[in-house]
Each structure stands twice: as C-alpha cells, then as structure tokens.
C-alpha cells in the first residue's frame, strides 16, 4: 500500500522557469510533510518541510504548497538552476512518538540550461 | 557533509552470509533511522532507535536486526542474506524523536549492498 506517492517518474524544464513536483498521500493522520533533494551516490539531503495546520511554507526559491482536502502537496522551484538537477522525494510523517518518514518513490527533476 | 557517517559505502558478499552496516549520527542527535532503498524505489522505512531504544518499527525482515549502543551509534546486521537484499541502505539521525520542525533527520551517504 503506497501511502505516498509521486506520479511523474520525471520531469524536464527549462534553466530559469518553474519546476513543479507533485506529491500525493492517502492517509489523512500524516501532520507533517518534508521534500528531500538526492544526488547519485549522496545520502537525501533535506529541503523544505510544511506542518498540516499551513497552506505554503517558502524558503527563498522552494516554496511547498499543502492542499488537506485533496490530500496534495507540490513543491515550485523558481526560477529553476541546472544545479537543481536531482531526484526529489516527497515523505510525509504519522507524527507520534516517532520521527519516521514514508516517502514518495521520487521524481527526477532535470534542468536544460 | 550532513554529519551522520555510514561504513562501509560499498558491500559485496554472497547469499547466506551475514554483514553488519554501522552508522554514527550526527553530534547531538539522540534518533537513528534505518531506510532501504531497493532499485527506482523510494526509500523504505526500517527501523528508529531513540537514545537507546527502540522507538518504531518498519517492514523490517526477521533476518535483520538492529541496535543503538550507549555512544549513540548503530549498527544494521542483516543475516541468511538473499539476492533481494540488494539495496542502498541508509542511516538518517535527528535530535527529536518525532517529526517536525527543526526536527529534521539527516542522511548519511549510505551503504551499497549486493548480494551475489
């Protein structure tokens, strides 16, 4: 059962436009979702996060929007570097006594300069 | 360099045999999280420690076993090993032993196991 799940497998834009990755979840107990960026051959490195009680969360060129009603966050990137270049994860977390993520199976994100 | 350091990086060994995966976590943090990442998968969750102790557990297969000693390190041991066992495994810590913010878990860069 994917409780997480991020459709597009990829995503190409183009160096200065916006990058938009989508991220989906069924379970409605998820209070607090996170975006993790990956290099090959690096561990995830984390990114941005938004907590279920806000709509959008940014931090200078990341912005993640949280939609509770249809059970949808993305996250924009503007405007898009080739640097950003990565595979992204999308994870959600139960809250509780414990810290532990479900994550998306993740979205490679390429940017043409 | 996010602080939480894995070894080896690279594994190779044969099925049936048994490995040990350590990790350290970044200074401070008193969680360790274990997540296997099988190919053009997202990582799966295994295992929390929490100063100590176990705090939750994942899909985590009787064959493996994990613990967190005094000096906050862990170890992933993962024995009768099968060819599907292949995977990227991968350490994460953070201070708290929930989720949110500035709780944030830190991966290290992983450990490559394939079993032949």
């Known amino acids: 059962d994917q409780q997480v799940k991020q459709n597009s497998p990829s995503l190409s834009v183009q160096e200065g436009r916006i990058s938009i990755l989508n991220c989906d979840y069924t379970?409605?107990?998820?209070?607090?979702f996170l975006w993790y960026k990956k290099y090959p051959a690096e561990g995830p490195t984390f990114l941005i996060s938004i907590s279920s009680i806000k709509d959008k969360n940014e931090d200078g060129r990341f912005t993640v929007f949280l939609n509770k009603s249809a059970k949808h966050l993305s996250l924009h990137i503007v405007p898009s570097q080739p640097g950003d270049s990565a595979v992204y994860f999308c994870a959600a977390s139960g809250g509780g006594n414990t810290g532990k993520l479900i994550f998306g199976q993740g979205t490679t994100l390429q940017v043409k300069p | 360099d996010s602080g939480v350091t894995q070894t080896p990086k690279h594994l190779i060994t044969a099925t049936g045999q048994r490995v040990t995966l350590r990790c350290s976590p970044r200074s401070g943090d008193l969680s360790v999280y274990w997540y296997q990442q099988s190919l053009d998968q997202g990582l799966q969750f295994l295992i929390q420690y929490y100063n100590g102790e176990e705090r939750a557990k994942g899909n985590i297969l009787e064959r493996f076993s994990a613990q967190q000693f005094p000096d906050l390190h862990s170890e992933l041991n993962l024995s009768s090993l099968e060819l599907g066992d292949s995977a990227l495994y991968f350490c994460a810590s953070s201070v708290a032993h929930w989720a949110g913010a500035n709780t944030e878990a830190f991966f290290g860069q992983g450990t490559r196991l394939t079993v032949v």
């Open positions: 379970n409605s107990m998820f209070d607090y």
